[in-house]
């Protein structure tokens, strides 16, 4: 080859690397036709070689065209029983929000292909038929694959992660703790919860400051899930304290791992060397801490108490997860009990507040559609906290929560892996074969929806049932379906409605231009769709029809001086050395605080020392 022929190709190069995704979907280069294509150009470069080539009469000429088209056409043919083939680089996915380009991809190759990235290689699936096949009809076949590997250090064997024999022992246990009595009661607690985060709102509003809803968000639902699980007040609204920031670096590290391709944390000295995962590791001891001493506070309460367990048990003083496991007689080792809990917390946690932050989003961006719930609120609520009773009543809310989980499924993508040969879509998928399934791409699927982009509530009717995975056949997987569908759906929806329908009555809001001059918050992901901006909104007090008992609440809650809370990037600089757990302003004697949190206090003590070494 010439040096002028490098040049040119090393410009060809370049100038694909300059391309985006789209311009390269567009000039075909992931469609053209890899089977077929070199034969293609054989033939073709014959054709042209030969101008009059239509009018020779060598038969030798002829016989070989004909032949190359024969083998061309078998080659097609053996081409089309294969899955197509996505194959880049990992510019390709690098950079962005997973989902995104396999949108793109999906568009470009279709329901079902290979993602070929380096040497891995995953099934893109955004067909609903083909959904339904892994998540119910031939689920057994299935495991959580890659997923399993990625949440290892935080989850273990909880029910997220745990294939087999673990998974069916531990969801027969859990799935009752959820009973109906159960989340009955958390709507109490939502609504409680909901109350403090008002008053939060209030004072912002009357400061006349715009509020970052996705912190809020994230802060009420750590809130909400601490007591629901394990009746621990984390009162993350009001405080950061050492226990809060443990869980938000482990949180993180989880999303950060499963985004990041190449698990350098696995090499063992790395583990250690590298700081954010010396860090993690650090926090993990102060959230196991802390768990091992619920656990122990809790098994100790069972003991003294004589309640009997029945069916639907319940203690009123502490209504959670931990006590009815406790109660129930369940003979675990501490290992498996914190892997549950911790579990429970994650899945509870980020993908309410991920599901509260972009219908809040969407509801801004829709003022009709914003003004339709407040009407609903105010008819139903009045100036009381939701009841249980209201949850069938403020429909319409509930299809705007159901349509913003079209939009933005909270994952948006699930992770299984092939434990056996599988024929899926007439494809035969061999054992290992890890997948993806699209829940974007399905919610977004144009075969499947009319306006797929489109923030329309009303496309689900009010006087229909609400939709689930049966009802839309697959095309529609918010919890997922199967054996392995969300055991928290009720009380995730519960807890969104209540949340909206609280902060509704008291306020209306939109987006702070300062911050969303073009009126879009981005988007990146990790085992949620987050912001890339965060969600600052203005909120404006709404007294329309305020009643007495609510304008009450509102002046005497924003009369107490409520601290405004730190952003979750803050919590870096929280001071924790000086050893008070509730160092924001709470005094910690809040029901459910931990008395001895010094446990976790020592802990943090050295994950400050160890964050000044780094700094130095
Ligand atoms: C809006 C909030 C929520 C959303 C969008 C959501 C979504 C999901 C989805 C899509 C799955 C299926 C994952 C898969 O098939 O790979 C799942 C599983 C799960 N979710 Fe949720 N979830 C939410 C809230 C909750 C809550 C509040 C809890 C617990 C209190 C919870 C506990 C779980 C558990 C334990 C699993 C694993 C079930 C199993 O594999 O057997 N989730 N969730």
């Given at each position: 080859m010439s040096e002028n022929d490098d040049d040119n190709n090393n410009s060809k190069k370049k100038n694909k690397n300059d391309m985006t995704l789209e311009e390269r979907i567009a000039s075909g280069e992931f469609t053209k036709d890899a089977s077929t294509g070199p034969l293609r150009k054989v033939a073709d470069s014959i054709?042209?070689?030969?101008?009059?080539?239509?009018?020779?009469?060598?038969?030798?000429?002829?016989?070989?065209?004909?032949?190359?088209?024969?083998?061309?056409?078998?080659?097609?043919?053996?081409?089309?029983?294969?899955?197509?083939?996505?194959?880049?680089?990992?510019?390709?996915?690098?950079?962005?929000?997973?989902?995104?380009?396999?949108?793109?991809?999906?568009?470009?190759?279709?329901?079902?292909?290979?993602?070929?990235?380096?040497?891995?290689?995953?099934?893109?699936?955004?067909?609903?038929?083909?959904?339904?096949?892994?998540?119910?009809?031939?689920?057994?076949?299935?495991?959580?694959?890659?997923?399993?590997?990625?949440?290892?250090?935080?989850?273990?064997?909880?029910?997220?992660?745990?294939?087999?024999?673990?998974?069916?022992?531990?969801?027969?246990?859990?799935?009752?703790?959820?009973?109906?009595?159960?989340?009955?009661?958390?709507?109490?607690?939502?609504?409680?919860?909901?109350?403090?985060?008002?008053?939060?709102?209030?004072?912002?509003?009357?400061?006349?400051?715009?509020?970052?809803?996705?912190?809020?968000?994230?802060?009420?639902?750590?809130?909400?899930?601490?007591?629901?699980?394990?009746?621990?007040?984390?009162?993350?609204?009001?405080?950061?304290?050492?226990?809060?920031?443990?869980?938000?670096?482990?949180?993180?590290?989880?999303?950060?791992?499963?985004?990041?391709?190449?698990?350098?944390?696995?090499?063992?000295p790395l583990s250690y060397l590298v700081p954010r995962q010396r860090a993690c590791q650090e926090a993990l001891v102060v959230v196991n801490d802390t768990l091992n001493v619920l656990i122990e506070r809790c098994k100790k309460i069972v003991e003294e108490s004589d309640d009997e367990f029945v069916e639907e048990y319940m203690n009123k003083e502490d209504p959670s997860i931990l006590h009815f496991l406790i109660a129930s007689?369940?003979?675990?080792?501490?290992?498996?009990?914190?892997?549950?809990?911790?579990?429970?917390?994650?899945?509870?946690?980020?993908?309410?507040?991920?599901?509260?932050?972009?219908?809040?989003?969407?509801?801004?961006?829709?003022?009709?559609?914003?003004?339709?719930?407040?009407?609903?609120v105010d008819r139903v609520c009045g100036d009381r906290l939701p009841t249980v009773a209201d949850m069938r009543e403020l429909k319409y809310t509930s299809r705007v929560i159901n349509e913003s989980m079209r939009l933005y499924p909270q994952p948006p993508v699930l992770i299984r892996r092939a434990i056996e040969p599988v024929k899926l879509g007439g494809y035969d998928i061999a054992e290992g074969t890890d997948f993806f399934i699209s829940v974007w791409n399905l919610h977004r699927n144009p075969r499947l929806w009319d306006k797929p982009e489109e923030f329309i509530p009303e496309r689900f009717p009010v006087d229909g049932k609400a939709p689930d995975e049966y009802t839309e056949d697959f095309a529609y997987l918010p919890f997922g379906g199967g054996q392995r569908k969300c055991i928290g759906d009720q009380f995730a929806i519960f807890e969104s409605i209540v949340t909206l329908a609280m902060i509704m009555r008291r306020f209306d809001f939109e987006l702070d231009p300062k911050f969303h001059p073009d009126g879009e918050c981005g988007m990146t992901t990790g085992a949620t769709i987050h912001t890339t901006t965060g969600l600052h909104v203005k909120l404006k007090r709404r007294n329309k029809h305020g009643?007495?008992?609510?304008?009450?609440?509102?002046?005497?809650?924003?009369?107490?001086?409520?601290?405004?809370?730190?952003?979750?990037?803050?919590?870096?600089?929280?001071?924790?050395?000086?050893?008070?757990?509730?160092?924001?302003?709470?005094?910690?004697?809040?029901?459910?605080?931990?008395?001895?949190?010094?446990?976790?206090?020592?802990?943090?003590?050295?994950?400050?020392?160890?964050?000044?070494?780094?700094?130095r």
């Open positions: 054709k042209s070689a030969l101008p009059g080539f239509k009018e020779t009469e060598s038969p030798i000429i002829k016989a070989l065209i004909l032949s190359l088209t024969k083998t061309q056409k078998k080659w097609k043919r053996e081409a089309d029983s294969q899955m197509p083939v996505a194959s880049g680089d990992i510019r390709e996915i690098a950079g962005q929000p997973v989902f995104v380009p396999l949108y793109k991809l999906f568009l470009a190759y279709g329901e079902q292909f290979v993602l070929a990235i380096g040497p891995k290689k995953f099934v893109v699936v955004s067909d609903n038929k083909v959904a339904k096949e892994i998540l119910l009809h031939q689920a057994k076949s299935f495991s959580k694959g890659l997923l399993s590997e990625i949440l290892d250090f935080v989850m273990g064997q909880g029910l997220i992660p745990a294939n087999g024999e673990v998974w069916k022992i531990r969801r027969k246990i859990i799935v009752p703790a959820l009973h109906r009595k159960y989340v009955a009661s958390m709507v109490d607690m939502f609504g409680d919860c909901g109350l403090k985060g008002s008053a939060q709102l209030a004072r912002a509003e009357i400061d006349g400051t715009s509020v970052e809803m996705e912190n809020f968000y994230s802060r009420l639902a750590l809130d909400i899930i601490g007591k629901a699980v394990f009746n621990y007040d984390f009162d993350s609204l009001k405080t950061d304290d050492p226990v809060i920031k443990a869980v938000y670096t482990v949180l993180r590290e989880a999303e950060y791992r499963s985004v990041t391709f190449i698990p350098y944390w696995k090499v063992p007689g369940d003979d675990v080792t501490s290992k498996q009990l914190r892997d549950d809990l911790m579990t429970l917390l994650i899945a509870g946690h980020e993908t309410t507040a991920a599901v509260l932050t972009w219908t809040t989003f969407l509801l801004a961006k829709h003022p009709e559609v914003k003004e339709k719930v407040f009407e609903e009643g007495e008992e609510m304008n009450g609440e509102y002046t005497a809650s924003t009369k107490e001086s409520l601290p405004v809370y730190k952003s979750l990037d803050e919590l870096d600089d929280i001071d924790v050395a000086s050893g008070d757990p509730h160092a924001g302003g709470s005094n910690g004697t809040q029901s459910g605080k931990l008395e001895d949190a010094a446990v976790s206090i020592s802990v943090a003590e050295q994950i400050v020392e160890a964050e000044k070494t780094r700094a």
